[in-house]
Every structure is written in C-alpha cells, then in structure tokens.
C-alpha cells in the first residue's frame, strides 16, 4: 500500500513563530488531507489539497502532485495550535478510498 | 452545517464484553468509513461502506462486525473485549461514490473506548 512519511516528528516553537510541516508519499493520490488533532482528541479537517495551494487564516497548505510531497505551514503560531498534525491520504487503485495517514508532527508551542 | 455524530463519547467495558458504537454520517454522505486509533497512534482503518454494502476492509478484527443501515446510519459492533482494543473509534463520512475517493473525510468527534 501507499506510504506516507511526515517531518519532523516533533516541534517545539515559541509564541509567535512560523513553521513548516513535511507530509512525503509513495504513490499518486486521489485525496490528501491535513488534520488537526487536539489535546481532546478530536481531528479537525485543515485542508482538502490532492494539489495546489491553499490558505485558511494563519494555515496554508501545497501539495505538488507530481513530486510526491505536501507542505502545511503554519504562520504567527499561537498556544492552540499545539497537538498533533497528521496528514493523510488515498492511494490509486486496490486501495479504495480508505485514507492512510502519517505518523504525524506533534508541535508543541510555547508562550 | 451538520457534522458526523458519534455514539457514545466514552464507553467503558471490561474484558470478555461486547459493545456497540453508532455513527451518522452527514445527510446525503453515501459513504462511511472506521477507523481505530491507539495511544500514541495514528488512525487505522477498519472498514467502509457505500450504500449500505460493505466497500472496503483493512485490518479489522473477527471479533468486530459493522453493517450500514437503511438510515445510513452504521454501527461497529464489537465483541470479546480484549486490553488491546482500548482506543479511540472514529467514524468518518463523504460523498464519493464507489470507489472514488477524491472526495474529502469528515470525521466525527470519536468514540473513546476502555477496556478494564
């Protein structure tokens, strides 16, 4: 099956600092989407992006297709964006349309 | 605008037990998926469904059944409890169509399950 491979594992910024989140996949994707998961647990939908360039407030998102890769950024971070960032996506063919995902970047921000 | 619901939030069981958790996708999603994520973990998927038919499986267990009923509404059932199911279920939904997946996932809160 698909691979997906997120950089780094962890981060650790202060109040107010920008950052930028790897999402890496094996294959061509139908969908790619990043995610939120707060300190509830709950996953927050960031962005729908199988290609292109996004902006949503403080986030924007980049996939290039073609290279294989995802980036989400993250501008002027605040204490709530603290949680894990998982991306996640689906593969061609055999593998439907369920969504694998990284391991996700866990971000702490500091005040 | 309506999101996926997830039954119950926390459920606690103990070993040998059975338990059922229920979703409802959002109106007019003609598609729902499972997923199970561990602590620490990334979510894994279970299993989905198109228009009430079984469209996909992934590592689920044989202890865990799910169906998707005429309401669209599905249910993962879940028996002879074991330490290691102790996770987070998410329920997710879209508008794909069978196979399609190039639409996105709309997860629910999640429902937290423990096993004692």
């Known amino acids: 099956g698909i691979q997906v491979e997120q950089s780094p594992p962890d981060l650790i910024l202060q109040e107010g600092a920008n950052s930028t989140l790897r999402c890496n996949f094996s294959d061509s994707v139908n969908n790619l989407q990043w995610f939120h998961q707060n300190p509830w647990g709950q996953l927050i939908n960031l962005f729908y992006i199988p290609s292109g360039t996004k902006q949503n407030g403080r986030l924007s998102a980049t996939t290039v297709a073609t290279e294989r890769y995802s980036l989400l950024y993250i501008s002027s971070s605040q204490t709530t964006d603290s949680g894990v960032y998982f991306c996640a996506v689906v593969g061609p063919g055999a593998s439907g349309s369920r969504l694998t995902f990284g391991e996700g970047t866990q971000l702490t921000v500091n005040p | 605008a309506a999101g996926v619901i997830q039954s119950p939030r926390h459920l606690i069981k103990e070993k040998r037990e059975t338990a059922t958790l229920k979703c409802y996708p959002i109106?007019?999603?003609?598609?729902v998926y499972w997923y199970q994520q561990g602590p620490g973990q990334d979510p894994q998927f279970l299993i989905s469904?198109?228009?009430?038919?079984?469209?996909d499986k992934g590592s689920i267990p044989d202890r865990f059944s799910a169906q998707q009923f005429s309401d669209y509404h599905s249910e993962l059932n879940m028996s002879s409890l074991e330490l290691g199911d102790s996770a987070l279920y998410f329920c997710a939904s879209s508008a794909n169509g069978f196979g399609g997946g190039d639409q996105p996932q709309h997860f629910g809160d999640g429902t937290r399950l423990s096993i004692l």
């Open positions: 469904f198109y228009e009430k038919m079984q469209s």
């Open positions: 109106p007019r999603h003609d598609t």
